[in-house]
């Protein structure tokens, strides 16, 4: 036995010695060099059917098909939105994603909005990664950690991250027994995974925003992990036509609702990264392009069994009425929310209701009002809830939904800062709040309609208040109202509105008056 052992032993070392000196002399494999494109969307929200706003997703997957060496990746809030999203639950817009060919896609918040046992039923109609490296439920990943891309050689690798916020901006029942990750330790872990396992280009595919929301933005991301050599992002609805540099890091994201679409290139000699560069396709190009037959027969048989059902008339209306984020829905009072917050009111039959301005996503226009628009107005198959509140924890939530308004020099709203789906459109009430205070201590009046004036530190007065189960339930900070009792839970948001707007038509403009700021009651003085 020793001695076959030692001669095992002797043919081992032979072997080894001739293979080294074999390799002598020879050249080693070249470290590869090649142009990379990336090719990106984010926020979609369902649009996937071109006009004169939206590319539509036939001619993005053309645009992709016809690019030498390109990844089309998408960076969240994609399966939910409009009707053609919601009424299949995502199933359309997944398999449209596929056939385009989207190698992969972050999961956004309001991706979770058909529950999360939904997402593993769409990743697998996708065949393509969900990438959440920082999300988990029962202790093990959620949906997919990392893929790596092969192209002429370079090895792009992706990780998948998502604000920790979603805990909040997600309905609570909706992400039950998920839980978020620190993503900026997940983060560095999947950095070094992929570089280990030999990939030239990281890349973080995130729905994390460049700021606004609480929770870590990919700027801090990548301050904090220049590991990474590009961020895909979404969230924040931000616009970065160039990108923007933070730590040699390369941050990249088109704004929203499919209007561009992103384009990084990446220049790679010898295994190392030497350019690397962003700009948004100008729509123009894009809506110029021939779209790809496969994408618009899918696109059109499709939209062909919605058309019956989403063009039913429920109302008219005689004005428009804007959804406009801000100055809009998320900073100000606006026909539209007190629209809306009165059509929740009269359905519930509570003594006040409120709507959170991240809820509303449409315009009302001047005609006729279809079931399609009221659905493009109250996507997120939200129902209405009642609860029953005091004065003072009343304003609390008000205090919530004024949290995020942000004053400049002169004390006037930055709009631009401002926008949070939190702020309120309320009906049954006025509010009056100084947005200059510092957070918690805005609020200044609360007057029921009737002029009764409520007491802010009255904890004894029962008020029954009427809004989404999305914001009922804990959503958007609204904590104080999770854990009260339902008093009542009524059927869905978007039938109230249509309900109303049946019975009110033809529609008018909601009178203003009912969020009022500290300089306009100085003024009324």
Not at 53 to 80: C, E, F, M, Q, W
Not at 94 to 121: C, I, Q, S, V
Request: glycine share 10%; proline share 5%; charged share 20%.
């Amino acid at each position: 036995m020793r001695k076959n052992t030692a001669v095992v032993l002797f043919v081992t070392v032979l072997t080894l010695l001739f293979a080294a000196l074999s390799g002598c002399g020879q050249t080693p494999l070249a470290a590869p060099t090649a142009e990379i494109v990336i090719l990106h969307t984010n926020d979609t929200h369902g649009r996937v059917i071109g006009d004169e706003y939206v590319i539509g997703i036939d001619r993005i997957a053309a645009l992709h098909k016809n690019t030498p060496n390109s990844i089309l990746l998408d960076a969240g809030d994609t399966l939910h939105g409009l009707p053609i999203a919601t009424l299949s639950r995502g199933a359309d817009i997944t398999a449209l994603m596929k056939a385009a060919g989207y190698a992969a896609m972050a999961l956004g918040n309001h991706d979770f909005n058909y529950g999360w046992a939904r997402l593993p039923e769409l990743r697998e109609i996708a065949g393509f990664p969900f990438l959440a490296s920082n999300v988990e439920r029962d202790g093990s990943l959620f949906l997919d950690d990392t893929v790596i891309i092969e192209i002429d050689g370079v090895k792009v690798g992706l990780f998948g991250l998502i604000t920790e916020d979603t805990e909040y901006s997600a309905m609570p029942e909706y992400v039950r027994g998920i839980v978020f990750d620190d993503p900026i330790g997940t983060a560095r872990a999947k950095a070094a995974l992929l570089r280990g396992q030999g990939v030239h280009v990281v890349v973080a595919l995130c729905h994390m925003g460049v700021g606004l929301d609480r929770g870590v933005t990919s700027i801090q991301l990548a301050r904090e992990v220049p590991e990474i050599d590009i961020i895909i992002d979404g969230h924040s609805h931000t616009a970065l036509p160039d990108g923007i540099t933070e730590a040699d890091v390369l941050i990249v994201q088109t704004g929203d609702y499919g209007n561009s679409l992103g384009r990084v290139v990446i220049s790679v000699e010898n295994g190392e990264i030497t350019s690397k560069s962003a700009s948004l396709i100008p729509f123009e190009d894009a809506q110029n392009t021939e779209p790809d037959e496969t994408v618009a027969a899918m696109l059109s048989e499709i939209t062909a069994n919605l058309d019956a059902l989403l063009n039913e008339p429920v109302g008219e209306s005689r004005v428009e009425m804007s959804s406009a984020r801000a100055p809009g829905v998320r900073t100000q009072e606006m026909p539209l929310g007190s629209l809306v917050a009165d059509a929740y009111r009269e359905a519930s039959g509570a003594d006040i209701a409120i709507a959170n301005g991240g809820d509303i996503r449409a315009d009302i226009l001047p005609g006729v009002v279809t079931k399609g628009g009221i659905i493009s107005v109250l996507p997120f198959g939200n129902t209405l809830m009642v609860k029953t509140v005091t004065p003072a924890l009343l304003r609390e939530v008000l205090e919530n939904g004024v949290s995020g308004i942000i004053v400049d020099a002169n004390g006037d709203i930055d709009h631009e800062q401002s926008p949070q789906g939190r702020f309120l459109q309320v009906s049954g009430f006025n509010f009056a709040y100084n947005p200059a205070a510092p957070e918690g201590e805005r609020i200044l009046s609360i007057t029921l309609d009737g002029g009764r004036s409520l007491p802010l530190n009255d904890d004894a007065t029962k008020i029954t208040l009427a809004g989404s189960n999305y914001v009922m339930t804990g959503g958007d900070y609204y904590t104080m109202l999770g854990g009260l009792p339902v008093e009542r839970e009524l059927g869905a948001a978007d039938e109230a509105l249509a309900a109303y707007v049946a019975r009110h038509s033809p529609l008018t403009a909601p009178e203003t008056g009912r969020i009022i700021t500290a300089t306009e009651t100085q003024q009324a003085a």
